[in-house]
């Protein structure tokens, strides 16, 4: 009997002692301690972010015994979600919004896209007037939800691949981009179809009417630092554009903004009441259009609400493959080489009141090196409403003067288009920002030239050579010239004033092996040697300087530049590029050494640690950015 007491007491023992370990190991209800960032993913992980429902939609689903069918028929467990689609709660509005989208990304089904944008919409509306509503983050979630799904429910999908596709929908084709359809038309939905609307105004754009619509909401920006992006409603598109109508206003619209040009705008779709469009099987909406550089928030309900906008990602689509970089060595070897007659391009139709920029870039160079700087300044919150942007491309191997005379021209002829009657004072007080080469034709741009550079090339002055009309025409252009009124600052970057180290003799031999110069200006010099051989120092157009041959420190030009004096009516600054630390005396950029760039009288000097090409150096930009606020300003 003891025996038996002793052996019970043991394993009542025995069970005390496993009881508690499990005790010990885990309750049925409790916590674990597993870090900040492990909670944090699981309470923000949604469909945009992982593809699964977020927590929310997930209690939705658990607490209406509908986790697992789900699973199994996310059709009939999101028409049972809905119901007779009356008084939804806003739980199930967000819940719907989410498992929708999912459903649309797994299906591929456009109408599963529409009915996410719906219920997303009616949620927002819902929520918007509280502060709790401004806190809960599923309100930014169903922004983005709607955006997107707007923007897919808009798409018509892929072209097939036999369909014959334009030069600029196969490159997007190839991107992966979705084209966005825009037309009056009724989309169809789960529970029934929705009617969409549009305004044809909306199309038109400062003398432009925008044309095929490409979502840019999903494509990843790459060669900028920085992707600008203001959250807010609508899905944000790239929209090209093309001259609304003929006639002279159609040309001149034509010829303003640079070829295939993309520009940022914002779809916004309206329902006077998405809970009765979800209730009902025929509902409307209203497709409205804004473009970014003219609306950045839509009115709903009386109160202003932040437009989607993404202006990065369009200007990396317009330059993804853009045949602009081909510019680059193609004007350096040909001059000829051209993608448009016109060389002065305003980056937005003009805008009265801002102030113009002139960008103009260097050797083998091209507008779409001032990208990252023109990211940046362009969606800066002082500048952008008070600058507008243009930019100069030129034939970057035609002598230096050549070049700084069609600038000269472009500048006042532009001025004279715009603004006829010299109403606009912000058109009078460019600025212009010239990098390498561009910075020697900025210089020019401010200068006296006398008859300094003519002097080089002849023994008699211009009026005492034999030439025909149009060809005296031609050299007064290029060798004698005033500042350009319009021009009150000039921004030099890496600019060889006292030319470039990296000009030597066997560099300049094969410039001149490998670049052609403009035929007509080649015959031109040639029949005005051969009219005025005793009077000239040059020998025709074998003998027509390259830009490169204009930077050699030892040349003619570079000297008669350095005579030349400057208006004093503009502020100039400079910014020089150097590699390594230490003093600048001595050092160069890799092309342009720090004494040529130095230039006496400055109103600021900057130096920027980097190598030649420092236009998308954040220091640089900075430094740009200094000036042009303090240009605005009046200071």
């Not at 036999?162 to 929908?169: I, K, T």
């Not at 549009?198 to 900028?224: A, C, I, Q």
């Not at 020019?444 to 034999?466: C, H, Q, T, Y």
Request: glycine residues 8%.
């Amino acid at each position: 009997m003891v025996l038996v007491l002793r052996q019970r007491a043991l394993a009542a023992v025995a069970l005390l002692a496993v009881l508690a370990t499990a005790a010990a190991c885990a309750t049925p209800i409790g916590v674990t301690r597993v870090g900040t960032q492990t909670v944090y993913r699981d309470l923000v992980r949604n469909v945009l972010s992982t593809g699964d429902p977020s927590s929310n939609s997930e209690i939705v689903l658990r607490r209406l015994g509908l986790a697992e069918r789900y699973d199994d028929d996310p059709v009939a467990t999101l028409k049972e979600l809905r119901g007779d689609g009356r008084d939804l709660s806003q739980d199930r509005l967000f819940a719907l919004s989410e498992l929708s989208f999912r459903y649309a990304e797994e299906s591929g089904l456009p109408e599963y896209y529409l009915a996410a944008a719906v219920y997303a919409y009616a949620f927002i509306m819902e929520r918007r007037t509280s502060i709790g509503g401004a806190l809960d983050p599923r309100a930014r979630l169903a922004a983005d939800i709607y955006n997107l799904g707007l923007s897919n429910a808009l798409s018509p999908g892929r072209p097939e691949p036999s369909r014959d596709l334009s030069e600029a929908a196969a490159r997007a084709s190839a991107v992966g981009v979705r084209e966005v359809i825009l037309t009056d038309r009724a989309l169809p939905l789960p529970w029934g179809q929705l009617e969409v609307r549009g305004n044809p105004d909306d199309l038109l754009w400062s003398g432009y009417r925008l044309t095929r619509f490409v979502s840019v909401g999903e494509l990843k920006v790459r060669g900028m630092r920085n992707r600008y992006r203001q959250p807010g409603v609508g899905a944000p598109l790239a929209a090209e554009i093309e001259p609304d109508g003929a006639g002279p206003a159609a040309e001149a619209a034509r010829k303003r903004l640079p070829p295939r040009a993309k520009v940022a705008v914002t779809v916004f779709l309206r329902f006077d009441d998405p809970l009765k469009a979800i209730a009902e099987n025929r509902a409307q909406g209203r497709l409205e259009l804004y473009p970014a550089d003219k609306a950045t928030t839509v009115e709903i309900d009386g109160r202003p609400v932040p437009l989607e906008l993404d202006p990065t990602a369009t200007l990396a689509y317009g330059l993804e493959g853009a045949p602009v970089w081909a510019t680059e060595l193609g004007s350096f070897l040909t001059a000829d080489f051209r993608l448009s007659r016109e060389q002065l391009f305003m980056m937005r139709p003009y805008r009265p009141g801002r102030i113009p920029v002139v960008l103009i870039h260097g050797t083998a160079s091209s507008p779409a090196r001032w990208g990252e700087m023109f990211n940046e300044l362009s969606n800066d919150a002082v500048l952008r409403d008070r600058v507008q942007f243009w930019i100069f491309t030129y034939s970057t191997s035609n002598p230096v003067l050549q070049s700084a005379a069609e600038l000269r021209q472009a500048l006042n002829d532009i001025v004279k288009e715009v603004d006829p009657d010299g109403k606009d004072a912000a058109l009078r007080q460019m600025v212009l920002i010239g990098h390498s080469q561009g910075g020697l034709l900025a210089r020019l741009m401010i200068s006296e030239s006398g008859s300094r550079f003519w002097d080089n090339a002849s023994k008699v002055p211009l009026s005492g050579i034999d030439a025909p009309p149009q060809t005296k025409a031609l050299l007064q252009r290029v060798v004698l010239f005033e500042p350009v009124p319009a021009v009150t600052r000039v921004i030099f970057i890496s600019t060889p004033h006292k030319g470039s180290f990296r000009v030597s003799s066997l560099v300049l031999s094969l410039v001149r092996k490998f670049v052609s110069l403009p035929a007509a200006l080649v015959k031109d010099v040639d029949d005005l040697a051969r009219l005025n051989a005793s009077k000239l120092k040059v020998a025709g157009g074998a003998g027509l300087p390259t830009a490169v041959d204009n930077m050699n420190p030892n040349g003619p030009f570079v000297q008669a530049l350095a005579m030349c004096p400057m208006s004093p009516k503009v502020t100039s600054h400079s910014i020089i590029s150097v590699i390594g630390d230490g003093p600048v005396s001595g050092k160069t950029d890799g092309v342009v050494a720090y004494e040529s760039a130095h230039l006496e009288g400055v109103a600021s000097e900057k130096i920027v640690r980097s190598s030649h090409s420092t236009q998308g150096e954040p220091d640089t930009i900075l430094e740009v950015r200094r000036i042009l606020i303090e240009h605005v300003r009046g200071r």
